[in-house]
């Protein structure tokens, strides 16, 4: 291809392709000029602890690191760990295999949380303090050591929002002492080419601390060619052996955008999973910077009118990629029911929201909590039992034990799927600890005939429940209960349910788990004769509503 199309100049214009250049950099060289240094060169910058390491030997600032290889690491050294924080992968060749290019962690709960979802997490990333400030990047073209050109440029907005390339920035005049340590590192780094030595610097404090160096062409190049200093013309010429001239100065507060960039980073905000865990922006203030913009003079990234249609397809994929995002984040809520309801199938859905319909109007009423005196065994229901059925059978067996359960109440649980998962939640084995439980032993199992027979007492979590166990076994409903029947504080009027956070994330999880932690506690005192209660009321308001439900 190269021999083909007669090419003599190759420019990495990405991190994978830098990448590939340095695995075939011997190779490449012998068909054309290679716009890097060498594979050892190389390799300092794509792995970003040599980088960093190299920075701290030239004094440069660089931001404090967590080594913290595993979970038992980061619950040992709690106390001394500062707050937000962020995880980079630790190396830039592996970026792309990995769901973030930088992740935000607001508090140790949130970074415990990566650690239990998955035990390598410290020594797969780069775990760091989060630096607040602006990114500045100081560009140069380096030969022997020596800059041949260089150009500073401020991002205004980044696209993700949690870090990544510029969709709008500002040309700066070069800050002395910025350039002073870009060189310097580079230098220690023996690098030859351009680069892109990049800052994050806190205006109100004055820190400038190092990011990372990139050893390929940057996302904001049209702004520093825009402002007449023409960084691929340059290396063109040292390569073929002539000698660049270079403007002794340019034109700062010079603007350049990407406009679909614009559009899908606005389109970003109204997804939280496309966030990382950072504090999303105002987005009323995103829209009005963005329109502001077009009342700027300025530079594009990409519009050009003698070759439009690239900007022109990227403009519309934008759009649609934005439209996207915003609708997925209007309709996240019905999305869920709607795939909660196919999950279940026609006849159960209906059924469920006839049930809801009716407790939201007052018509029905959930059972109330009662003398529990007589009960022996007690069953945890729910639609997999890998999560709330399972978590509530562990809560329960821990509190009956606190109490001495005197008469020992058997606690089993059951899921109301055909077809049972091996094992719990992974989210609900790694939080239950938090709860002084264990669900690694755990293994849901499916309701049958002989598990409601047995049981005394039928804890269902929420409408689904109810509608299955009217289908699947009429005559136990006077057995049936809803968790939320325990709560210390009131019920919620006409909701009985503990809803399913099985589509959430993480933290969702938790949020159940806590409000399920009350309820079990309360139904712990009810079964130990600890709180006086009224008689367990029948779960149906009349025999003549109970069989038209069963008939809906």
Same mark, same amino acid.
């Given at each position: 291809?190269?021999?083909?199309?007669?090419? &003599?100049?190759?420019?990495?214009?990405?991190?994978?392709?830098?990448?590939?250049?340095? &695995?075939?950099?011997?190779?490449?060289?012998?068909?054309?000029? !290679?716009?890097?240094?060498?594979?050892?060169?190389? @390799?300092?910058?794509?792995?970003?602890?040599?980088?960093?390491?190299?920075?701290?030997?030239?004094?440069?600032?660089?931001?404090?690191?967590?080594?913290?290889?595993?979970?038992?690491?980061?619950?040992?050294?709690?106390?001394?760990?500062?707050?937000?924080?962020?995880?980079?992968?630790?190396?830039?060749? &592996?970026?792309?295999?990995?769901?973030?290019?930088?992740?935000?962690?607001?508090?140790?709960?949130?970074? @415990?949380?990566?650690?239990?979802?998955?035990?390598?997490?410290?020594?797969?990333?780069?775990?760091?303090?989060?630096?607040?400030?602006?990114?500045?990047?100081?560009?140069?073209?380096?030969?022997?050591?020596?800059?041949?050109?260089?150009?500073?440029?401020?991002?205004?907005?980044?696209?993700?929002?949690?870090?990544?390339?510029?969709?709008?920035?500002?040309?700066?005049?070069?800050?002395?002492?910025?350039?002073?340590?870009?060189?310097? #590192?580079?230098?220690?780094?023996?690098?030859?080419?351009?680069?892109?030595?990049?800052?994050?610097?806190?205006?109100?404090?004055?820190?400038?601390?190092?990011?990372?160096?990139?050893?390929?062409?940057?996302?904001?190049?049209?702004?520093?060619?825009?402002?007449?200093?023409?960084?691929?013309?340059?290396?063109?010429?040292?390569?073929?052996?002539?000698?660049?001239?270079?403007?002794?100065?340019?034109?700062?507060?010079?603007?350049?955008?990407?406009?679909?960039? *614009?559009? @899908?980073?606005?389109?970003?905000?109204?997804?939280?999973?496309?966030?990382?865990?950072?504090?999303?922006?105002?987005?009323?203030?995103?829209?009005?910077?963005?329109?502001?913009?077009? $009342?700027?003079?300025?530079?594009?990234?990409?519009?050009?009118?003698?070759?439009?249609?690239?900007?022109?397809?990227?403009?519309?994929?934008?759009?649609?990629? /934005?439209?996207?995002? !915003?609708?997925?984040?209007?309709?996240? =809520?019905?999305?869920?029911?709607?795939?909660?309801?196919?999950?279940?199938?026609?006849?159960?859905?209906?059924?469920? #929201?006839?049930?809801?319909?009716?407790?939201?109007?007052?018509?029905?009423?959930?059972?109330?909590?009662?003398?529990?005196?007589?009960?022996?065994?007690?069953?945890?229901?729910?639609?997999?039992?890998?999560?709330?059925? /399972?978590?509530?059978?562990? %809560?329960?067996?821990?509190?009956?034990?606190?109490?001495?359960?005197?008469?020992?109440? +058997?606690?089993?649980?059951?899921?109301? =799927?055909?077809?049972?998962?091996?094992?719990?939640?992974?989210?609900?084995?790694?939080?239950?600890?938090?709860?002084?439980?264990?669900?690694?032993? +755990?293994?849901?199992?499916?309701? =049958? $005939?002989?598990?409601?027979?047995?049981?005394?007492?039928?804890?269902?979590? *929420?409408?689904?429940?109810? $509608?299955?166990?009217?289908?699947?076994?009429?005559? $136990?409903?006077?057995?049936?209960?809803?968790?939320?029947?325990?709560?210390?504080?009131?019920?919620?009027?006409?909701?009985?349910?503990?809803? &399913?956070?099985? #589509?959430?994330?993480?933290?969702?999880?938790?949020?159940?788990?806590? /409000?399920?932690?009350?309820?079990?506690?309360?139904?712990?005192?009810?079964?130990?004769?600890?709180?006086?209660?009224?008689? %367990?009321?029948?779960?149906?308001?009349?025999?003549?509503? /109970?069989?038209?439900?069963?008939?809906?």
């Amino acid at each position: 291809c190269i021999r083909k199309g007669g090419y &003599d100049m190759l420019f990495p214009m990405s991190d994978a392709g830098l990448a590939v250049a340095m &695995d075939y950099h011997d190779r490449l060289s012998t068909l054309l000029h !290679v716009g890097c240094p060498g594979p050892e060169i190389v @390799r300092q910058v794509l792995e970003k602890d040599r980088t960093l390491e190299a920075a701290a030997a030239c004094g440069i600032a660089i931001p404090s690191r967590m080594n913290l290889p595993d979970l038992a690491t980061l619950e040992r050294l709690r106390g001394g760990l500062r707050f937000p924080a962020i995880a980079k992968p630790s190396s830039k060749e &592996d970026e792309s295999q990995h769901a973030f290019k930088m992740q935000y962690f607001a508090d140790f709960e949130e970074l @415990r949380d990566a650690f239990l979802l998955d035990p390598q997490f410290g020594s797969k990333n780069l775990l760091q303090e989060f630096c607040p400030g602006q990114g500045v990047g100081i560009e140069t073209l380096i030969q022997d050591g020596q800059p041949v050109a260089l150009f500073q440029h401020r991002r205004l907005r980044e696209l993700p929002v949690s870090g990544g390339g510029s969709v709008a920035s500002i040309s700066e005049a070069v800050d002395p002492g910025l350039a002073e340590q870009a060189i310097a #590192l580079l230098r220690r780094l023996c690098w030859e080419g351009v680069a892109m030595v990049e800052f994050k610097v806190d205006r109100e404090t004055r820190r400038a601390v190092l990011m990372e160096v990139n050893g390929r062409y940057w996302g904001s190049i049209p702004l520093a060619v825009g402002a007449g200093i023409d960084f691929p013309f340059y290396e063109w010429q040292l390569a073929h052996g002539e000698r660049p001239s270079v403007p002794a100065s340019y034109p700062a507060g010079l603007r350049c955008r990407w406009l679909a960039g *614009d559009i @899908r980073r606005i389109g970003s905000l109204f997804e939280e999973s496309g966030l990382d865990g950072f504090p999303p922006p105002p987005r009323g203030r995103e829209i009005a910077a963005v329109l502001r913009d077009f $009342a700027r003079p300025g530079k594009s990234f990409l519009w050009s009118w003698s070759d439009p249609v690239p900007a022109i397809r990227d403009f519309f994929a934008a759009i649609k990629i /934005a439209i996207r995002s !915003v609708v997925k984040c209007r309709i996240r =809520t019905v999305k869920q029911v709607v795939a909660e309801h196919r999950y279940h199938g026609m006849r159960i859905s209906l059924s469920a #929201l006839r049930l809801r319909a009716l407790y939201s109007l007052g018509v029905r009423r959930a059972a109330a909590a009662g003398d529990l005196s007589q009960v022996r065994s007690v069953l945890f229901v729910c639609h997999g039992n890998i999560i709330r059925s /399972a978590m509530g059978e562990a %809560l329960l067996r821990k509190y009956l034990a606190a109490a001495g359960d005197p008469v020992r109440i +058997h606690v089993s649980s059951a899921g109301l =799927t055909d077809a049972p998962q091996e094992r719990a939640d992974a989210r609900s084995r790694a939080i239950a600890p938090e709860f002084g439980v264990s669900l690694e032993e +755990h293994r849901p199992r499916r309701m =049958t $005939a002989e598990l409601v027979q047995q049981a005394d007492l039928i804890v269902i979590m *929420d409408c689904f429940n109810e $509608a299955r166990m009217l289908r699947w076994s009429p005559q $136990a409903m006077s057995k049936v209960v809803y968790i939320t029947a325990f709560e210390r504080r009131s019920p919620k009027a006409g909701n009985p349910e503990l809803g &399913d956070p099985n #589509l959430g994330a993480m933290a969702e999880v938790r949020r159940c788990y806590h /409000a399920l932690d009350g309820m079990v506690r309360g139904l712990a005192a009810a079964l130990s004769g600890r709180i006086p209660a009224p008689a %367990l009321t029948a779960l149906m308001s009349s025999p003549a509503e /109970a069989g038209a439900t069963r008939n809906a």
